[in-house]
């Protein structure tokens, strides 16, 4: 049986040309479905939980061409691919709601570093033991997802020397966060976090995977992957989600990948380790040197996600989803968003016609997809 998925979806508006312009007031007030970040440079979507990855499709699709559509309605403004201001401004905030105090304790507390695109991806698991398996298993492996998405080399029209910019600035927050045993242990940190003001509410858990529900830290039913860059290329940004979800399929069947039972290395260790690796995902993505949790060795990200795709691949070739796993085969061959952007500025391109070139493509992509897998997305006036 398929999990239910959902994502959260982070994307820059601007113009063909690459400059980033602030338009969520206009857009969260005309169109359904989209919400502000506290700066406005950005807006979100969110797609309904679903377990067929050609619904998943559609969902990501159809707001986006709607959302494209509203802003041509506004002028020549466009959707901008990225995970970080790659042109500029990082020197200002923009609030887009001047009067929540929240954004205010963000602004004055993170600055820019916040004002990224990312995609966030729920997984729906409603039994609790299980839950908290997956969270460990994908919390240690998290780096992984990281080395696929990684589309931020740029900011302010300058090479950052990282191919995830975005996670190497985050203010993962609190500054340590525990594999959490069980859903109790979760309830008890959480409540001491909030009363130590190291979080500010049970929204304020920014760390590369957090268990997730209506009402937390108590109803809980969905794993949440918080560490993805931005990817722009839906066929990609499925792969992604299939490569976790067939992971998180294999643990359900083999409980003992759980990291507490099957790693040589301490708990203290475990998080050590992981903490480094996503460093080294986020300035090297695919090439990094990482450590594996399990043995404490060292191996490149590539090698990690392509022994964790053959074991992969026939759980969903038997579950109906292979075809959708697939397309992560080519991320390995031809580099992420941000090595082919690096590779073409070490070629010579200009940075700005890089990041035009790929505000071109993402359009053109998702253009080229609605034809065959959604219906015409309706104009708003």
């Keep these: ?64 061409l709607q959302l494209r559509n509203y802003l041509q309605t506004l002028g020549d403004y466009t959707l901008i691919p990225g995970s970080t201001l790659s042109l500029g401004d990082a020197s200002r905030f923009f609030r887009s709601d001047p009067n929540n105090p929240y954004h205010a304790y963000i602004e004055n507390t993170y600055g820019t570093d916040v004002v990224t695109a990312s995609v966030h991806i729920n997984i729906g698991i409603e039994d609790l033991d299980v839950l908290f398996r997956a969270c460990r298993l994908v919390r240690l492996e998290a780096p992984l997802v990281l080395a696929l998405s990684a589309s931020s080399p740029f900011l302010d029209g300058k090479v950052t020397g990282s191919h995830s910019h975005r996670w190497q600035v985050f203010p993962k927050t609190p500054r340590q966060v525990p594999l959490f045993r069980n859903h109790q242990h979760f309830i008890d940190w959480t409540n001491e976090q909030l009363e130590l003001g190291t979080m500010q509410n049970v929204r304020h858990l920014w760390s590369s995977v957090r268990p997730n529900g209506d009402r937390r830290p108590y109803s809980l039913n969905r794993l949440e992957l918080r560490i993805t860059d931005l990817v722009v290329q839906p066929l990609q940004l499925l792969s992604i989600v299939a490569f976790l979800e067939a992971r998180i399929q294999q643990l359900i069947d ?7 039972k099957s790693s040589q290395l301490s708990v203290e260790k475990l998080l050590e380790i992981t903490d480094k690796n996503e460093k080294l995902a986020a300035q090297h993505s695919l090439e990094a040197a990482l450590t594996h949790w399990r043995t404490g060795e060292t191996i490149t990200a590539k090698d990690w996600i392509s022994n964790i795709y053959d074991e992969v691949y026939p759980i969903a070739k038997g579950a109906g989803f292979a075809c959708f796993l697939s397309p992560l085969k080519k991320i390995l061959r031809e580099g992420n968003q941000a090595q082919q952007w690096l590779t073409a500025h070490t070629q010579g391109q200009p940075l700005p016609k890089i990041i035009q070139q790929a505000i071109a493509t993402a359009a053109e992509q998702d253009q080229e997809l609605s034809k065959y897998l959604c219906e015409p997305a309706a104009l708003v006036a």
């Design 254 to 260: 083999q409980p003992h990948l759980d990291p507490l």
């Design 1 to 64: 049986m398929l999990l239910s998925k959902g994502l959260e979806i982070e994307i820059f508006t601007g113009t063909p040309q690459g400059e980033v312009i602030g338009l969520s007031d206009q857009i969260v007030r005309q169109l359904d479905g989209f919400v502000r970040e506290p700066d406005s440079r950005n807006v979100e979507y969110t797609t309904p939980p679903c377990c067929s990855y050609e619904s998943l499709l559609c969902a990501i699709l159809q707001p986006r």
